[in-house]
């Protein structure tokens, strides 16, 4: 048996959200993952923000390619569309999903493996086409499925469970995406929840390509010392840019900060990003000056987290094909077929 799942009945008292249901109602069945697998925190974070951000549980659709990570979906969101692809292909089906019903909240979710390997080439065109999704990548940094070889996220220098020094340069999504046209861009980690679950929510609320990057210890083969995608490590070095509160455009605005210490972003939907600066300025809106501070990090060492980039009017693929405005999967034979004189011109047009 692969998944186990778990009872149906709540405790009557559990708190509803605005769309009538408890966040036990956007849980999954039973994790079968390693204890202490970073995955089953993000998994936790998805759950969170879907059920604060009072999503129908059956308006989502959630896609992922193969590894741990891509199992991750079965323990979160069981009662929305999913669709588990082939290795590395999960971002064509999510680009033929999205384009048939533009309707839907599209997750992707992915592994180190699955996305900066086998599915590198789909991974840059996704991006590019500016899919409106949140894509995630558990990214430990091994192929944690097939027993922990290095993937192509590996810092080079980081050391194997069994002692090798991995000699391959890393790949880093982030830059990657952002080179790519992704909208929204950030990183994060399975350790900090006070961090991801927001940025998740305001990932979800973005009208374009969101992807975050989430370093996620493999507890079983890349978590011991040397690593860099270790639990001891990110918390080492994690130097997070700025910590965001996500509010929706129809919530009240509660909080207050000291001027100075915040930057407001407004999104085209009216919703509010407050991002709280951590010491240094930074502005997440300068896409060069975002590769670059990304860039100085790795050069030296440091996990650069937070919300790296965003682009407040974020055009997506709808708008650049120009399609109409209904789902395409809800147009009928009457809107689809031009009829008989219309083809009859068109074939005359031609001859
Ligand atoms: C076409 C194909 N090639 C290779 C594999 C073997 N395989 C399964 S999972 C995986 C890598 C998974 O790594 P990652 O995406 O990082 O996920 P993790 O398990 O680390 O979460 C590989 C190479 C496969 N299933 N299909
Ligand atoms: S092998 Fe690693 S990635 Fe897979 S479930 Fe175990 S800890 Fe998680
Ligand atoms: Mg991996």
Do not use: W
């Amino acid at each position: 048996m692969t998944y186990i799942a778990k009872p149906r009945l709540h405790h009557p008292s559990l708190v509803k959200n605005k769309a009538g249901y408890t966040r036990r109602d956007y849980e999954g069945a039973v994790s079968t993952l390693c204890a202490g697998c970073g995955h089953d925190s993000i998994s936790a974070a998805i759950i969170q923000a879907s059920y604060e951000l009072d999503v129908l549980p059956h308006q989502i659709a959630k896609l992922s390619g193969i590894g741990c990570s891509s199992k991750a979906p079965t323990y979160f969101l069981g009662a929305s569309h999913g669709f588990n692809t082939v290795h590395g292909r999960m971002p064509s089906v999510m680009t033929g999903a999205n384009l048939a019903n533009k309707n839907l909240v599209y997750m992707g979710v992915s592994g180190d493996g699955d996305s900066a390997s086998i599915g590198l080439g789909q991974f840059a065109h996704i991006m590019r086409r500016g899919v409106n999704m949140t894509y995630i990548v558990m990214n430990n940094g091994v192929y944690g499925l097939t027993k922990g070889q290095f993937s192509a996220t590996a810092d080079k220098g980081s050391i194997s469970k069994k002692g090798v020094a991995n000699s391959d340069e890393s790949i880093d999504l982030v830059s990657l995406a952002i080179l790519m046209g992704a909208t929204f861009v950030g990183r994060s980690f399975s350790g900090d929840k006070h961090q991801l679950v927001p940025l998740i929510k305001a990932a979800m609320d973005h009208k374009g390509a969101a992807f975050l990057d989430v370093i996620s210890p493999c507890v079983a083969f890349n978590n011991h010392p040397g690593s860099t995608k270790s639990y001891d490590y990110v918390r080492e070095h994690n130097e997070a840019l700025n910590r965001i509160d996500f509010i929706e455009s129809r919530d009240e605005i509660t909080t207050s900060y000291d001027p100075g210490s915040v930057t407001t972003v407004q999104q085209h939907d009216g919703s509010l990003l407050r991002l709280r600066k951590l010491g240094e300025e930074y502005d997440p809106s300068d896409k060069v000056a975002a590769m670059k501070r990304v860039q100085e990090g790795m050069q030296e060492g440091e996990v650069v987290t937070g919300l790296l980039y965003v682009n407040a009017s974020p055009k997506d693929l709808h708008h650049h094909l120009n399609t109409v405005d209904v789902p395409l999967n809800t147009l009928g034979d009457a809107e689809l077929c031009p009829g008989g004189a219309a083809l009859d011109r068109i074939n005359a047009s031609l001859r």
